[in-house]
């Protein structure tokens, strides 16, 4: 007995090292991904023929690649785990050169809707329209029928190298048809067939798209590749939709959860989704022995996650190419901000305007017109700029600190560009008193009329 | 107190001051009042210059930055440590302060960066401001050499896109411990390419490593070294220590391989006159001397006076200002300008160090006032004097702070005036150990079970590991046990590797590296709220928290006194509100001490060597000592209210917390029950003699460990810890060997009482010497503690005859008498 263990024994327990209570396992093992009840059948059955498909295919390609691999080492297969442990854990096991790998594949039909939105729509999505949105030259010229969508179930939240993904989720179109791939890790050890299929599969996509990938699944992927002495994955380009959702969305809805964005944008809402928190222990749960089953509710869950990400996509491009009074106000508001950040003044003119014209109320149209004003002197279009502005002081209160803004901006398009001083005096003494500048600026004005005024009596 | 100004010796008038060190310690020993205050003047000889040409094959890049800064040659630890790096030698280097010990890894990293553009290294030191003085130093260096490899600075403070460049280009990196343990270590994947390269690892300040924290840094460097390899690194070590007694030992045990020496400086010093003020007795009764910090700002003023650029070192930030108050007061009458006088506290930004840098070398200012050597910037050229008001507790870090002054060949001074406390009267009447002792030994413990079980942890989630894997030089059998446990415990999953081999992955959410803090044991610990300002003021761990912040507690900080207010356990919070008492409170714990395994006895005094036919001198006791693994269970019941400076017992209070259950290792001396009997004192005497005679071990002990006193823990209980300990004066039922155990205060022990051990004898005559030469009557905090129970509550009576006290031992016997008369039983005699 070493001295290590005999001091061992005096020691208590350590705390506890995870907090949240382990959900009840689900009942029932399915996968629950439909939200459109008419399609359902018969799109099960196509869902369950083509995975059908799938995993012959697959296994035929590993066969093929293990031959490959048994001939270039001689090494000898890793042992497959006792199947009992999988009992329950929907999907398939294929054998791959690196060790047995288990997938849960599932299509969807071309018809499919989550919420009210048709995710076959994704595809109609153009690149130019997606890297005007994320404000990311790099997607422009991606090609939209092979981005890959992925997302991860992890053991933890806080990164490091410790963390596992132990789900990774991928879809793709194949035609119409979304292809969910999800790849399960049975137990720690056999990451390296999971991030080697990714690899592959990222290797055909043009782009890889994520919500908050850039920032969470990403690097964890990158880490893991690092830890399996695996070449690390490179995105051709990476979406990564959180960052457009939060322009477009944050301002109307606060929340940027993705599924926030899906009940509000999507009118998807989910029953029974399990909660980010207990994804982990289940995970344990499951590696220690329990029934696969207890996994069903981390799959349905990124499954919905991956289409949620379709659909995003999916309205996204709608919002940009076919805006419509139907659109909440505000969202479209925040787009012509972010054309306007992308450089697309023209854009965010004409679509400030839609707002000002549908007359949603004094807040909106004051916005209207300052992001309006905002374009108009991107473009240097000094007359529409001065009677967006002046729209926008009647707008607001006298009182309100937004009115003092707008006249000082009116005083330096008026003094700059129109060369009025008397009408920019006039609005420089509605600006704030406070701002230091002011009192030059008036000075200035007077000296700027004194001086005009002078000229016609000397010709 | 007029009584204590009058005490103090007067100052010569200005205009009778002299100019120059040496004239005015002429004047200092000449003056009758202030002459007999100084317990020790001696001089330490100079130290001749050894130095030799620059290396040959040294990169031409370094070689040009030495020149520039006008080193054609470099002292011979400097040339020493080269010639190590240069065969791949983990090193430590320890040399006085201010020996150009930075050159010494400096120099070699720089020279190999020089060459492999790629190579990275890492340097530690164990707090920010170091980092970013070296930081700088450093930058301007490389900036000579030519070399664009960068050096940056990577901790809390760290802005976003430097992080980035410091993972992808940085050539060195500086950061501390705790960074490395929490930021680098857990996410090695996203520093693979820094890693990959390391070549060398730079361990600044070895000596503050010592204790939990340093127990701590070893399993550090055990995570860091198994992660580099991991990226195909094997790292080289340069340890860089102020003077400690076992500077290899203590880099050897730090990183569990054999790590060479550079121990002889070869940088030049002139002779040093090293002296011990020891402050007047001004009420002998009472014990009261006169204040330390006053007679600290007088000889300080004079050696402004004598222009003699000088150093103040103050024990807190607080008294640092009542210092520089006092001090530019005292100039003010002699019309000498109050900025020649400046603070130096830690939170100065560099700048504010530099221009009072520069103010020094250009004469403008002539007084720093300081309060700890840590802090210090780099380069003080010319300080000639250091004041060192108080102890710092240890003669390593007296020697650290002495090491301010005197770089150049010319005569300087090192003076310590010594407080009341108790260790400082032990340094004051003992004066020889400052220049005689050998210097104190740092001590850690890596297997320490709780701290190497949350640093397996960390290093799980760093990386998994595999059966038979070791950790540093953790056997790995032992290694096996401790993740065995963990996946009993579900942190760990054992799963079967692909060769067949189990693998044992991190397997719950949580992150290990943040809940395990470097700088204690124990993750619990508990905040200090100011209440006024509602500002946590400081962090405190869960054991301390019992003694130091229980409901109406005088809480210090940074020479404040606050008082608890409220202590919410379960939230782990004391809520204090800052009060100007007369006394300070300790706290009065019961503490049971049971032994469960002994490792070693001995019987003291030891049996004659063999041929040595001299008998253990008759009518002596046989003293057992034994060490091992005991059970500490302590129990706050309650505090007493000391008063300052007069040590006054002045009140008491109740304290209701849960009892504190830990294991740690001890060691005891059992004290036989007949030599109790045999005393001709009721024994309740004689137990607080006992008593009495720990307190004095425990202060020697602590001396000689270079360890905080809290550290240690002490008590005087029954050698099976079976029976309820009897408090002070209760009378206690006989069948009981009364023993003195001294324990490391920490669960599972850092080490410390393996040693005392080894130094048993030893312990018990530096407490015998303790005894004798402290000038109190009857006993004080100084040797044998204060003196309690009938005795603090009677007014303050005329010393007693020591024969008196003998005839009538129950009316109040002398417990100091009584304590060396045990000492002698057991055949510890009088020093010669």
Redesign the interface.
């Known amino acids: 007995m070493?001295?290590?263990?005999?001091?061992?024994q005096?020691?208590s327990?350590?705390a506890p090292?995870?907090e949240?209570d382990a959900q009840e396992p689900r009942a029932d093992g399915a996968i629950v991904v439909e939200a459109d009840p008419e399609h359902s059948e018969r799109q099960a059955k196509i869902a369950a023929l083509r995975a059908l498909i799938a995993g012959v295919q697959s296994e035929e390609r590993s066969a093929r690649m293990q031959e490959r691999a048994f001939g270039d080492s001689g090494r000898t297969k890793?042992?497959a785990r006792a199947s009992s442990r999988e009992k329950g854990l929907p999907g398939t096991v294929v054998d791959t050169p690196l060790?047995p790998l288990h997938t849960v594949a599932q299509y969807l039909s071309p018809s499919h809707c989550h919420g009210r939105v048709r995710v076959a729509r994704a595809l109609d999505a153009r690149a130019a329209s997606l890297a005007a949105m994320a404000l990311d030259a790099d997607i422009a010229d991606i090609d939209v029928r092979r981005v890959l969508l992925l997302d991860t179930e992890t053991?933890?939240?806080?990164?490091?190298?410790?963390?596992l993904p132990f789900l990774i989720g991928m879809a793709w179109f194949e035609d119409e048809s979304l292809h969910i791939e999800q790849l399960i890790l049975r137990?720690?050890?056999e990451e390296a067939p999971m991030l080697t299929r990714l690899a592959e599969r990222m290797a055909w996509a043009s782009c890889i798209v994520t919500y908050n990938g850039k920032s969470f699944d990403w690097?964890l992927i990158?880490?893991?590749a690092?830890?399996n002495r695996i070449p690390v994955p490179a995105p051709r380009a990476h979406l990564d939709l959180l960052h457009a959702a939060r322009r477009i969305f944050g301002p109307r809805l606060g929340s940027v959860r993705l599924v926030a964005m899906e009940e509000a944008v999507l009118g998807m809402r989910r029953d029974g989704d399990i909660d980010g928190a207990s994804i982990?222990?289940l995970f344990?749960d499951f590696?220690?022995g329990a029934d696969g089953g207890v996994l069903a509710p981390v799959i349905e869950h990124n499954a919905n996650d991956l289409v949620a990400l379709a659909g995003l996509l999916a309205v996204l491009e709608e919002r940009w190419s076919a805006p419509s009074p139907d659109h909440p106000p505000e969202d479209r508001l925040a787009l012509a901000r972010v054309a306007l950040r992308g450089g697309d003044a023209p854009r965010a003119g004409w679509m400030a305007r839609a707002v000002i014209d549908e007359a949603h109320g004094p807040e909106l149209s004051f916005h209207g017109c300052v992001v309006g004003a905002d374009a108009a002197r991107k473009q240097k279009d000094a007359a529409a700029e001065r009677s967006l502005l002046t729209s926008a002081v009647g707008h607001v209160r006298r009182s309100d600190p937004r009115a003092q803004q707008m006249h000082l901006r009116l005083a330096i398009v008026l003094e700059h560009r129109l060369k009025d001083p008397h009408a920019a005096l006039e609005h420089a003494e509605h600006a704030s008193e406070r701002d230091p500048s002011s009192e030059k600026r008036r000075s200035r004005l007077v000296r700027k009329i004194a001086k005009q005024d002078a000229k016609p009596k000397r010709v | 107190m007029s009584l204590e100004e009058d005490s103090l010796p007067r100052p010569a008038a200005p205009w009778m001051a002299r100019r120059g060190l040496t004239a005015l310690l002429e004047d200092w020993r000449d003056d009758a009042g202030l002459g007999r205050c100084f317990t020790l003047d001696v001089t330490v000889d100079a130290r001749v210059e050894s130095a030799g040409p620059i290396p040959e094959d040294l990169s031409p890049h370094v070689r040009s930055a030495l020149a520039a800064r006008g080193l054609t040659s470099l002292y011979s630890h400097q040339l020493e440590s080269l010639a190590h790096a240069a065969s791949g030698k983990h090193f430590v280097v320890s040399t006085p302060t201010a020996s150009g010990k930075s050159l010494c890894y400096n120099v070699p990293v720089l020279d190999r960066l020089a060459r492999e553009p790629d190579a990275r290294a890492l340097y530690l030191f164990p707090t920010k401001a170091l980092s970013r003085d070296q930081e700088s130093a450093l930058r301007s260096l490389m900036k000579d050499a030519g070399l664009s490899h960068g050096a940056i600075t990577y901790d809390g403070d760290t802005p976003g896109d430097a992080r980035r460049a410091a993972r992808e280009r940085s050539g060195i990196l500086l950061t501390n411990p705790d960074m490395l343990h929490a930021g680098i270590l857990?996410?090695?994947?996203?520093w693979?390419r820094f890693f990959s390269q390391l070549r060398y690892v730079v361990v600044d300040e070895l000596h503050t490593y010592r204790g939990v924290f340093g127990s701590h840094l070893s399993n550090v460097l055990r995570r860091l070294v198994r992660i580099a390899r991991f990226h195909g690194s094997t790292p080289t070590f340069v340890f860089a220590s102020a003077t400690i007694g076992n500077p290899k030992e203590h880099a050897s045990k730090m990183l569990g391989e054999e790590v060479q020496l550079v121990g002889e400086s070869g940088a030049p010093a002139g002779p040093r006159n090293v002296l011990v003020y020891e402050p007047p007795v001004v009420n002998a009764e009472l014990g009261i001397r006169a204040s330390y910090v006053k007679s600290a700002v007088r000889l300080a003023g004079d050696l402004v006076r004598a222009e003699v650029p000088t150093i103040v070192f103050g024990q807190s930030r607080n008294q640092v200002e009542v210092m520089l108050k006092y001090l530019r007061d005292s100039l003010a009458a002699d019309k000498i300008d109050p900025d020649v006088i400046q603070g130096y506290r830690s939170g100065y930004l560099p700048e504010t160090r530099r221009r009072i840098e520069e103010g020094l070398r250009s004469g403008h200012v002539r007084c720093v006032v300081a309060t700890n050597a840590l802090e210090l910037g780099i380069d003080i050229g010319s300080l000639q004097a250091v004041v060192c008001a108080g102890y710092p507790g240890s003669i390593a870090s007296l020697w650290q702070r002495f090491g301010r002054a005197g770089r150049r060949k010319e005569p300087s001074l090192a003076l310590l005036v010594a407080s009341s406390m108790p260790l400082d009267q032990y340094v004051a009447q003992n004066p020889k150990i400052v220049i005689g002792a050998p210097v104190e030994e740092a001590r850690i413990d890596p297997?320490n079970?709780?701290i190497?079980?949350s640093h397996l942890k960390c290093a799980?989630?760093?990386?998994?590991f595999e059966a038979g894997e070791s950790f540093g030089d953790?056997?790995p059998?032992?290694v096996g046990?401790?993740l065995d446990?963990?996946a009993q415990?579900?942190?760990l999953?054992a799963?079967?590797?692909?060769n067949?081999k189990t693998?044992y992955?991190?397997?719950?959410?949580?992150?290990?590296?943040?809940h395990v803090s470097l700088r204690s044991i124990g993750w619990d610990n508990f905040v200090v709220v100011d209440l006024d300002t509602n500002k946590t003021i400081a962090e405190m761990d869960w054991r301390a928290t019992h003694t130091m912040l229980h409901v109406q507690a005088i809480y210090q900080h940074d020479g404040e006194q606050y008082q608890v207010e409220r202590l919410d356990f379960e939230n782990h919070k004391g809520f204090v509100r800052k009060v100007e008492p007369d006394y300070y409170t300790t706290a009065m714990t019961y503490t049971r001490v049971s032994v469960?395994?002994e490792d070693d006895g001995a019987i003291v005094p030891e049996a004659r060597a063999l041929g040595d036919s001299a008998p253990v001198r008759p009518g002596t006791w046989p003293l057992a000592v034994g060490k091992g693994e005991v059970s500490v269970v302590e129990k706050v019941v309650g505090y007493k209210k000391i008063k300052f400076h007069t040590h006054e017992n002045v009140g008491y209070g109740d304290v209701r917390l849960p009892e504190m259950q830990m294991?740690t290792s001890a060691a005891w001396w059992t004290f036989p029950e007949d030599l109790v009997r045999s005393m001709g004192v009721p024994r309740a005497v004689v137990v607080d003699a006992l008593r009495g005679l720990g307190n004095a071990m425990h202060l020697s002990a602590a001396v000689g460990l270079m360890c905080d006193p809290r550290d240690l823990g002490k008590t005087l209980g029954d050698r099976s810890g079976d029976g309820e300990l009897p408090g002070k004066g209760e009378p206690m039922g006989g069948g009981f060997d009364p023993t003195i155990f001294l324990y490391d205060h920490v669960p599972?022990g850092v080490g410390l009482a393996p040693r005392l051990f080894e130094s048993r004898e030893l312990l018990l005559r530096r407490a015998r010497s303790m005894i004798e030469t402290c000038p109190c009557v009857e006993g004080c905090p100084a040797c044998i503690g204060a003196v309690v129970g009938s005795g603090a509550t009677r007014p303050p009576e005329p010393p007693k005859l020591h024969d008196d006290a003998r005839l009538a031992p129950e009316a109040g016997t002398n417990l100091k008498e009584l304590a060396l008369e045990v000492l002698g039983a057991v055949g510890v005699g009088a020093v010669q």
């Open positions: 070493s001295e290590l263990r005999r001091k061992l005096r020691l327990a350590p090292e995870t949240a890793p042992l060790g053991t933890g939240l806080s990164g490091g190298t410790g963390t137990q720690p050890g690097p990158r880490t893991r690092v830890m982990p222990p344990w590696v220690r | 857990p996410h090695h994947a996203g693979a297997d079970v709780e190497l079980l799980s989630f760093e990386l998994p953790v056997a059998e032992a046990d401790g446990y963990l415990h579900k942190v999953l799963a079967p590797g692909a067949g693998v992955h991190w397997a719950t959410d949580a992150y290990p590296a943040s469960t395994h294991h599972g």
